[in-house]
């Protein structure tokens, strides 16, 4: 068996010895969270440049939008902790956290209708597809980016951390979005934040994937 | 030892082929005890060493000084069990060893003095891999039950929870086999 270890040892040596240059410490999570602050305000400019300065003056709207922002990181904070081994968040701290993002989101959007209601487009109880495909759009690129900053990490459960970066990028665009939008309607907000769906189940499908050709090549390296 | 191992991943991080040899003598008996305790094989545990230590090279970005350097590595090496199950699954590579053939489990020090030490693996044999693996992580290669719930993906507190059951399973099986 010593013999059959050396030999291990000597091929994994030689292994790491092809492939040892430096590296830098990944920075805490939080810091590469941060990211998502210019992202927003490049949200927000792009809109700009797209449909004019129409956007929202009134600081109820610009605090939820705000708020929403504030959410988003928190969540990407956490999808990002989930790329360092060890430090992801067990089962019941991510339900917790979900909760806790899923009510602060819709109890903000629900004080928003209710403080200052503005009647939603008419038809499909105020529901809009185009609100909807606009918020997809704005997050589609976040949540490339999100997984881009997961998998830089090393995540021991990249499906995970592929879901907190899509409900991240959903709450994100959505928070930029209601800047623009001038229905407040309880159903029209809807459109708002439904996209995030979509947006989790791309990341849930990226980090699948991902997990997926990991295995692989694990069970590639392993087969004799 | 946790201080020594945090100074030699700096050196590894900084690209010092020596560092990764003392990181390898210091870590390396820990995690194959702990594959075997997951695997019950020992060639397999061997070979997923091999596997473990090749992701913590690619993962070696991810370790910052000071944090201990344990929890991170058993973390890699766990997942890399997990990995291999998930793509081994309907090949039946793992299965519970035959009570005649107890593979070299390691013993926790509060079971020792209970009985002899093949009867203390073979009892752990029969505890439920669920607490099975935070009475070894705890008892054995003396992570604290924080580090614990970091490895497992569960709280601190339920890590604690699962190893004292299982060490108040242990000590049943033990007692009931000396009667």
């Known amino acids: ?224 | 030892m946790d201080e020594e191992l945090s100074e030699q991943m700096g050196r590894y991080q900084r690209g010092e082929l020596a560092a990764f040899e003392r990181l390898y003598a210091l870590l390396a008996p820990r995690l194959r005890q702990y594959l075997l305790s997951l695997t019950f094989n020992a060639s397999t545990a061997e070979d997923l060493l091999q596997e473990a230590f090749l992701q913590i090279h690619r993962a070696r970005h991810t370790y910052r000084m000071p944090s201990p350097v344990a929890p991170w590595a058993f973390a890699i090496a766990r997942n890399v069990y997990r990995m291999d199950r998930r793509s081994a699954g309907r090949r039946r590579r793992y299965e519970e060893p035959a009570p005649e053939s107890v593979p070299d489990l390691p013993v926790p020090a509060e079971a020792d003095g209970l009985a002899n030490r093949l009867a203390v693996r073979r009892a752990l044999l029969q505890v439920p891999e669920d607490g099975r693996e935070p009475l070894l992580l705890h008892h054995v290669w003396g992570l604290t039950f924080g580090e614990i719930g970091a490895v497992l993906g569960i709280r601190g507190g339920a890590a604690k929870v699962r190893a004292h059951r299982a060490m108040t399973a242990l000590r049943r099986l033990l007692g009931a086999r000396e009667e």
């Not at chain 1, 939008?65 to 019941?92: C, H, K």
């Not at chain 1, 899923?102 to 597809?129: D, E, H, Q």
């Not at chain 1, 996209?195 to 980090?207: M, R, S």
């Open chain 1, 1 to 224: 068996m010593k013999k059959m270890n050396d030999a291990s040892f000597d091929k994994l040596k030689a292994e790491v010895a092809r492939d040892l240059k430096p590296v830098r410490p990944l920075p805490p999570a939080w810091v590469r969270a941060l990211v998502l602050f210019p992202y927003a305000a490049a949200g927000f400019l792009l809109l700009a440049l797209r449909f004019g300065p129409y956007w929202e003056t009134s600081p109820l709207v610009w605090a939820a939008g705000a708020f929403q922002i504030l959410v988003a990181y928190g969540i990407l904070w956490v999808g990002l902790r989930e790329a360092v081994p060890g430090e992801g968040p067990g089962a019941p701290a991510l339900g917790f956290a979900a909760l806790t993002a899923t009510a602060a989101i819709c109890g903000t959007n629900a004080l928003l209708a209710w403080l200052r209601p503005v009647p939603g487009p008419p038809g499909l109880g105020g529901f809009s597809f185009y609100c909807f495909r606009v918020a997809l759009l704005l997050g589609l690129p976040a949540v490339a980016f999100g997984f881009w900053l997961a998998v830089r990490g090393f995540p021991l459960r990249p499906a995970v951390a592929g879901v907190l970066g899509g409900l991240s990028a959903g709450v994100a665009a959505a928070g930029v979005w209601s800047l623009w939008c001038p229905y407040n309607k309880l159903a029209h907000l809807a459109s708002h934040i439904g996209p995030t769906v979509p947006l989790a189940l791309a990341g849930l499908f990226a980090g699948s994937l991902w997990a997926r050709g990991r295995r692989a090549r694990q069970a590639r390296r392993r087969s004799p």
